[in-house]
Each structure stands twice: as structure tokens, then as C-alpha cells.
């Protein structure tokens, strides 16, 4: 069994990627004298960046049919409604 | 059967290919699909109790070794990058690349176990318990002079404990099921370039554990 044949990606491109923006992320929490919420900011920025990329390139979504990708997107939205909502109940 | 009993078995529109995935490969992606909504789960309670708890939470690097888990976070997309690089061997037909990556992956998926088990033994000898300080030990007297905060230190202890156990089981899992293929499968060389559908489907496994972690370590580890 085998999936439909695409060109491979630079895989050791975008590890080198990901390694910088980890490095990238030690720096900003460590070293970066900026606002805790703007570096909350940009942590949580890099981190889903980083998440995409191997979800796009490393999990092959970026090749897959759009009803596939949707079956991974579908379930984030819905967590995070479930988050707000609770984060939120006690203003109710 | 006759040609008209067989005419009406057939649908009344033309078959599609839906997702365009094998069996195998769409059940992973359906229980994918769930993982997603059980580590939300998680790190949204995570979230919510941070948010919610008494006094401050512990600044990044006070109680948590970081370097140590920064090196761990490295190993896993290290191993990240040699199984697509195992599945690409495979795909090309090169079964010699495909042993070595897959060996690879399984050193650093293992290595990675080794260095949790480490930094919990580490934080279990400092006084870090899953609920919270342990009497008499180096954290308690930081908690005793005021350099950590007190109060959140229980639910951070069940939260950091509760999300990396799980992700850490993950990957034990993850580790275990590619030494089985490797062993009954990879080796004997009975992937071939027609039929590689087993290192695809347990490489979308271990990239979504290596996605879950980037998560985790920025939300656990630094902020």
C-alpha cells in the first residue's frame, strides 16, 4: 500500500528550521527583555509554527486532500471553544 | 444473480474516492483525530488551573530543568526528521536507507524515554512530587525563603506530572511498536516500494508525538 507519489520536501531544511526556532524560543524566554505577554505571545506564535510545519511537511498534510486535512482541523476549533468555555464560566 | 439483480445492487451514483487513503492510514488519522482532543483536553485543564490557582505559578526554569529538556526536545525532532527520512528511503525503493533511519528514529525515540525517566528522578531527588513539595527537601526550603511560590506548587506538580506522563507513555508506545516493526518487518525487508504502508502509518504517529511536544514544552517549559 502506498500513498499518491509527491516530489519529497527538503526534510533536513526544515529541521534545520525547526531547530533554529527552538533555539529561537530558548532565547525569547530566557534572554529577550520584552513584556511577559508579548513574549507569551511569541512563544505561543513559534510553538503552533513549528507545529505546522511538521503537520504540513513532516505528516505530508500539505499533499493530502482537503477532506483528509480537514478530519486533523476539524477537532482544534471544537477545543477550543471547550477551553473558552470554561475558562469563561465564572464570568456566567 | 441476474444482470438486472446485479444492475440494481449497484449505487445510484458514481463511486467516489473519498479521502483517498488506505484503510489503515485513514484509521490512524481518525484516532489522531482523537489524540487531538484528548492532549487539548489536558492542556486546557492545564490552562484553566494556572489561571485559577492561588498566588503565583513557578517562573520557567525555577523547578524545571530546562537545558536538560531542551536537548530532549532536539532529540525528538531529530527523530522526527530520520522517520520521514526512513519513509522517503522506502518510498524511493532504497530498503539499506530505509534500515538505517528507521534505526535511528528508534535510538532517539528511545534516548528520549531515557532522558525523561532522568529529569523525573532528577525532580523526585529535588522534592518535586506530583503533589507538589516534598517535607525536608531542596525545593521546600526555596518555598520556605520565599524564592518559590507556595500556594500553586500542587497543581503545578499534577499538571507538569499528568501531561509529560502521558506524552512520555506515548512515546514508550510509539518506541515499542517501531522496534516490533523493525524487528518483523523493516530488517527481513518485506517493506518494498510498492508496500510501505506500515512505516507511513506509524510515522504519522510519531510526528504527531513529536507535535504534541513542541506544544508542550513551550507551554510546560517556558512560559
Known amino acids: 500500500m502506498e500513498s499518491v507519489q509527491h516530489k519529497h520536501p527538503p526534510y533536513l531544511l526544515i529541521w534545520l528550521y525547526l531547530f533554529l526556532l527552538t533555539a529561537a524560543e530558548l532565547g525569547l524566554a530566557f534572554e529577550l527583555p520584552i513584556s511577559r505577554n508579548l513574549k507569551l505571545l511569541l512563544l505561543l506564535g513559534t510553538a503552533l509554527w513549528k507545529a505546522l510545519l511538521v503537520a504540513m511537511f513532516f505528516m505530508h498534510l500539505k499533499f493530502e486532500k482537503w477532506n483528509l486535512r480537514m478530519l486533523f482541523i476539524i477537532p482544534l476549533p471544537l477545543a477550543v471553544i471547550l477551553v473558552l468555555a470554561v475558562i469563561t464560566e465564572k464570568i456566567w | ?223
Open chain 2, 1 to 223: 444473480m441476474t444482470t438486472a439483480d446485479a444492475r440494481a445492487m449497484q449505487p445510484p451514483f458514481p463511486a467516489e474516492r473519498g479521502v483517498d487513503a488506505y484503510n489503515t492510514k485513514l484509521g490512524m488519522w481518525v484516532f489522531l483525530a482523537s489524540e487531538v482532543m484528548f492532549f487539548t483536553a489536558l492542556i486546557g485543564a492545564y490552562i484553566i488551573l494556572r489561571f485559577g490557582a492561588p498566588g503565583e505559578w513557578a517562573r520557567p526554569g525555577t523547578v524545571l530543568n530546562v537545558p536538560v529538556t531542551a536537548f530532549n526536545t532536539f532529540l525528538l525532532i531529530c527523530s522526527s526528521v530520520s522517520m520521514v527520512k526512513a519513509y522517503a528511503s522506502i518510498a524511493d525503493g532504497n530498503q539499506k536507507l530505509l534500515k538505517f533511519w528507521f534505526l535511528v528514529t528508534i535510538i532517539c525515540g528511545a534516548s528520549f524515554v531515557g532522558v525523561q525517566a532522568y529529569e523525573y528522578l532528577h525532580l523526585i531527588h529535588r522534592g518535586f512530587v506530583p503533589s507538589g513539595v516534598r517535607d525536608g527537601s531542596e525545593l521546600a526550603e526555596l518555598v520556605a525563603n520565599g524564592t518559590l511560590p507556595g500556594a500553586s506548587l500542587g497543581l503545578y506538580g499534577s499538571t507538569f506530572y499528568t501531561m509529560t506522563g502521558f506524552h512520555g507513555f506515548h512515546v514508550t508506545c510509539g518506541v515499542i511498536s517501531m522496534i516490533y516493526l523493525y524487528l518483523t518487518k523493516v530488517l527481513p525487508g518485506k517493506y518494498t516500494q510498492q508496500n510501505y504502508g506500515g512505516v507511513e502509518v506509524i510515522g504519522l504517529y510519531w510526528h504527531f508525538v513529536d507535535l504534541v511536544w513542541i506544544i508542550l514544552f513551550t507551554i510546560v517549559y517556558l512560559i
